[in-house]
């Protein structure tokens, strides 16, 4: 898929929007970012168990994308991506920016906010943020924190500001985070729970996934009551309102990694301009478009900006639109001492991943390390996590070719099986191809294999 800049028109989905900018009424748009939810952990993904009203209201009204993709599965590195369309070994947010990881964006990166202040928006951010430095991802106004609820509720007076300015709205939860803070949610038991293919059914595991699952619930009533509060001052019709999560879920297998749990996550998109509601698409779309969908929304793209995904604003509406059928992804570090870069191209049916550091064991994140689900499997030295072995997964080798379609689950390495040989080699062109359009400086690596 091709970088757009101004020459894409979302024909008619946007004339809604236009319409809007011709009265002078712009709309809105609120980025309702969660951390760490996995793409089948909502009602409206079909897990009976989790109860997410807010998210389940959002996609009655929207869009629920099935095959939505962070490009890179670690906190500050994918929200760099979602801020500025670009892959985050082009923003130069290659990991964690708070603390002694120091990983900062670079300064001639231009970022959403940006762009639309320079459209006569107001913007305002709330939860967490976890970008540098500020001077690129400036918004006008930080508004106080708390809980999801509370945040949203702090909303209300921005949201109200100035009826003659639109505004954007960036809130993000701590939740689902480890270590899933569930305060006020109900009580949900390990035996409820529905243990994925990729994780242990353990006690440790279930327990663990119990208080994911009301953490996730936690983040929800933020949405919901954000959603309300949009209704109650009249912004709910004028606003576009995009849900996503930064990564997949905090369990070894998943965040950090770029199989399947850890970079297909919930895209919910409710335009106000949309006829189809309670509709689905499986396009396949990653993070990099949200920047310019959003920005192609309020009729604010860039002429002389291009952007490396492009804007999926004209497909709300279609089920199985031509064109989204491949995405990429490009990972380097999570906490400082991670180092361990990938990349990814994956299509409908076939995804290959690129250990650049295959001769390095897999890094594992503190967290994940130190969660019971992990540590109950090393202390009983268990060879198996799930379906992969402890080994296979701390052991990498440079190049992993799956069939999802055969196999969803990614156990069965097709790379070096002579049959596939052909397929290998047109997915590397394309890997190599990708890297060349977004100046990726990891493609010198190809040199050494």
């Known amino acids: ?142 508004l106080k924190g708390g809980s999801p609820e509370q945040m949203a509720e702090n909303s209300r007076a921005f949201i109200t500001g100035d009826e003659d300015q639109p505004f954007f709205l960036y809130l993000c939860t701590t939740e689902p985070h480890r270590p899933f803070h569930h305060e006020g949610s109900r009580p949900i038991s390990p035996e409820e729970v529905i243990v994925p293919d990729y994780l242990p059914d353990t006690p440790e595991c279930r327990e663990e996934l119990a208080r994911y699952y009301m953490s996730v619930e936690r983040a929800d009533r933020g949405l919901l009551r954000l959603i309300e509060v949009l209704k109650e001052t009249a912004q709910w019709d004028n606003t576009m309102v995009i849900y996503i999560s930064d990564n997949g879920i905090a369990f070894p297998g998943a965040k950090t990694n770029l199989y399947e749990p850890g970079m297909r996550l919930p895209c919910v998109v409710r335009s106000p301009y949309q006829e189809k509601k309670g509709h689905t698409c499986d396009a396949l779309v990653d993070w990099t478009s949200i920047t310019p969908t959003i920005l192609d929304f309020c009729g604010a793209l860039p002429a002389d900006h291009a952007f490396h995904g492009p804007s999926f604003l004209s497909v709300l509406e279609e089920e199985s639109p031509e064109g989204f059928d491949e995405v ?50 090393i202390e009983r030295k268990e060879e198996l996590y799930a379906q992969r072995s402890v080994d296979a997964y701390i052991k990498r080798p440079a190049f992993e070719l799956y069939d999802l379609q055969e196999d969803p689950d990614e156990l069965q390495n097709l790379a070096d099986e002579p049959k596939h040989g052909e397929l290998l080699a047109a997915m590397k062109a394309k890997l190599k191809a990708f890297q060349e359009r977004t100046k990726d400086p990891w493609i010198l690596k190809w040199d050494h294999e």
């Not at 990349?343 to 019971?372: C, M, Q």
């Open 328 to 377: 990429y992804a490009s990972h380097t570090f999570h906490e400082i001492t991670m180092y361990y870069p990938m990349r990814v191209v994956r299509g409908r049916r076939y995804k290959l991943i690129w250990n650049i550091a295959h001769g390095l064991e897999y890094p594992f994140a503190s967290d994940l390390w130190e969660s019971t689900t992990w540590q109950g499997i």
């Open 1 to 142: 898929m091709k970088g757009v800049s101004a020459g894409t028109a979302a024909a008619a989905l946007t004339q809604g929007a236009a319409t809007a900018r011709d009265k002078k009424k712009r709309p809105n748009v609120v980025l309702y970012v969660v951390d760490d939810q996995g793409t089948d952990d909502a009602g409206c993904y079909g897990n009976p168990v989790i109860h997410t009203p807010g998210l389940d209201q959002l996609a009655g009204a929207g869009t629920r994308f099935r095959n939505g993709f962070c490009t890179t599965p670690s906190c500050s590195a994918s929200r760099s991506v979602i801020l500025t369309g670009w892959h985050n070994h082009a923003t130069g947010q290659y990991g964690h920016a708070h603390a002694y990881h120091h990983f900062v964006s670079f300064p001639h990166v231009k970022s959403l906010p940006y762009f639309l202040g320079q459209a006569g928006y107001r913007t305002a951010r709330v939860g967490k943020y976890h970008v540098a430095p500020e001077a690129v991802y400036h918004f006008e106004r930080v």
